[in-house]
């Protein structure tokens, strides 16, 4: 059974930092492609960042460049999300999410529907 579980969340105050991490568990880490998605109250959930397999590859959301950036740990099964500057519109539940990918993939993936897994999401919240 795979699970991804985040951690890291909190209430800050605007410009403010975060540091999110995902452990992933149940599955090969490194065969995994990683993404984090964000949803606000009202508001479909929405791409923030992805990572590839290796690490090598990053892909972000433009309202996010510059601001947050994506790492992983293969050897603690770990994803990492560094929010730095953040904004009040910031504020929403961050999710983690793995697709299994093949062994020279160094894709990334924006669109959720690519994923297989998902983690049950960690609180942010911005205040200004």
């Known amino acids: 059974q795979v699970q991804l579980v985040e951690s890291g969340g909190g209430l800050v105050q605007a410009g403010g930092s975060l540091r999110l991490s995902c452990v992933v568990s149940g599955r090969t880490f490194s065969s995994c492609a990683m993404g984090w998605f964000r949803q606000a109250p009202g508001k479909e959930r929405e791409f923030v960042a992805a990572i590839s397999r290796s690490g090598g590859s990053t892909s972000y959301a433009d309202f996010v460049k510059g601001r947050f950036t994506i790492s992983r740990d293969n050897a603690k099964n770990t994803v990492y999300l560094q929010l730095s500057s953040l904004k009040p519109e910031d504020t929403a539940v961050y999710y983690c999410?793995?697709?299994?990918?093949?062994?020279?993939?160094?894709?990334?993936?924006?669109?959720?529907?690519?994923?297989?897994?998902w983690g049950q999401g960690t609180q942010v919240t911005a205040s200004s």
């Open positions: 999410a793995a697709k299994g990918v093949g062994y020279l993939n160094y894709a990334v993936y924006e669109n959720q529907y690519h994923y297989d897994y």
